[in-house]
């Protein structure tokens, strides 16, 4: 989960980018320093002007780190799967800083300079995150937490988040069997306080217990609890503590009671009109981008399928209140996929998709036609992906709470998207779920502008086209 949005855990992310962004801004003056044999008084003018300069490559390449995923709090991935997306993300940053000095000639820093920097800001990122990292890891920075119940429901977190980098920022402590609850957990990770916990848990250092017994009814003592809070410990429930934690809603740890009283699920006039702006003003700059590679796919397409063969798909999607609506792609499959009129997943090297359409869905080129979607209103920049009717009323009958995420438009990209790999079955879309109700639980604006930057991920490293 994004760093801005665990706010238990948001002071280490915000060290972490802040002290990038210091050594970034660091070495652009190191590499100044360098360049001219430390004879800063020879170039008085171009030093005084690093005051803003430097900031700006350091803003820039920490842009480029978060597009490349070294942000997220559980990136799964070895020293070196994280070093060659430190390359990328430099790499960006050097394009993008050349364009920028292109544009805006008084960013200038000079090649001598940026070609030093670039190197020393690379080596001085990895030994600070070496660093960092393995600190993190220790259990000095993580919340204690004590988890009231030891049934089916509290064995989910045990289950569900059990390597190392989904506690992070958390470490349990046991679970205390409660009731006639049958105990599901470990015999080892059982706690018996033998006393209440408002006295138990402040000398044993809890910051937290995650309330989460298969029966609460007349088993979970409220006073107890209560005095737990006015000692400072926070009392969360389970559910809350997964979509916190996880990122995601366990659709097994929620009732209705839960999505009706919960923060979240609120759309104001003034989101909708935000989030408008924001969709013309993505939408109207990526096609400015992109128009160029929109007119070699398309003479791509007509070279690969000859003269006469359609160049867009059109497509029927349910988007925002079960609104049908045609969404357009370019064609990446034979004029003939679907001659039978059956509605079918794409598959793993699917015997359809032409060459031309392998290669734009792997680098996602045949989704930019949905910029004009985008434009008309149908959809949204970020938002749960529109599905085709009948897989929605199939999904609807079978899955609890499908129909939710069509409370908000669909998305050309998001969070199930960044989260979860390209789905084609009833358990994927069940899986994808938990990650679209979780942004339509906290959509917001700032949200959006991290799921979008973070979507350069997946289009580099091609996660989940088929």
């Known amino acids: 989960m994004l760093f801005f949005l665990q706010k238990r855990v948001f002071w280490w992310h915000a060290l972490l980018a802040f002290v990038d962004f210091v050594l970034l801004v660091a070495c652009v003056y190191l590499a100044v320093l360098v360049r001219f044999d430390g004879r800063l008084g020879a170039t008085a003018g171009f030093s005084g002007a690093l005051a803003w300069r430097a900031p700006v490559v350091g803003a820039v390449l920490v842009l480029a780190i978060a597009a490349m995923g070294l942000y997220q709090v559980r990136l799964r991935m070895s020293w070196r799967g994280r070093t060659v997306r430190q390359l990328v993300a430099f790499f960006v940053g050097w394009i993008v800083l050349s364009a920028a000095y292109y544009l805006a000639p008084d960013l200038y820093l000079g090649r001598g300079v940026l070609g030093i920097a670039l190197p020393l800001g690379f080596i001085a990122i990895a030994a600070w995150r070496a660093v960092f990292l393995a600190a993190v890891d220790t259990d000095l920075f993580k919340r204690r937490v004590l988890v009231l119940g030891a049934g089916q429901r509290a064995s989910e977190i045990a289950y569900k988040m059990r390597r190392r980098t989904d506690q992070r920022g958390f470490k349990i402590l046991g679970y205390v069997p409660i009731g006639s609850d049958p105990v599901v957990v470990p015999e080892s990770s059982l706690v018996s306080p033998g006393e209440p916990l408002s006295r138990w848990a402040p000398r044993h250092q809890v910051d937290e217990i995650v309330v989460g017994p298969d029966d609460r009814r007349g088993t979970v003592d409220l006073e107890d609890l209560l005095g737990c809070r006015r000692r400072g410990i926070a009392v969360t429930e389970i559910a809350d503590f997964f979509e916190r934690e996880a990122g995601n809603i366990i659709m097994d740890l929620t009732n209705p009671s839960w999505l009706v009283f919960s923060q979240g699920f609120s759309t104001s006039r003034g989101h909708l009109f935000v989030k408008r702006l924001f969709d013309v003003a993505v939408a109207s700059l990526v096609a400015l981008l992109t128009w160029p590679f929109m007119l070699l796919v398309a003479l791509a397409i007509r070279l690969e399928s000859g003269k006469g063969s359609p160049i867009l798909y059109k497509q029927v999607r349910v988007g925002e209140n079960g609104r049908q609506f045609e969404l357009l792609k370019f064609r990446s499959m034979r004029v003939d996929a679907e001659r039978d009129g059956v509605a079918r997943w794409a598959s793993v090297h699917d015997a359809r998709v032409t060459r031309v359409g392998r290669a734009i869905r792997k680098t996602r080129l045949d989704e930019l ?98």
């Open 369 to 466: 036609p949905q910029l004009w979607n985008v434009l008309r209103g149908d959809m949204s920049i970020v938002g749960p992906r529109p599905e085709r009717p009948q897989f929605v009323a199939e999904f609807s009958e079978r899955i609890r709470y499908y129909q939710l995420r069509h409370c908000v438009k669909p998305g050309l990209t998001g969070w199930a998207q960044l989260r979860y790999p390209y789905g084609s079955s009833q358990r994927d879309a069940e899986e994808k779920l938990k990650f679209d109700l979780f942004y339509v639980k906290n959509k917001n604006i700032i949200f959006d502008l991290a799921i979008l930057v973070q979507t350069a991920e997946v289009v580099v490293f091609g996660r989940g086209a088929r």
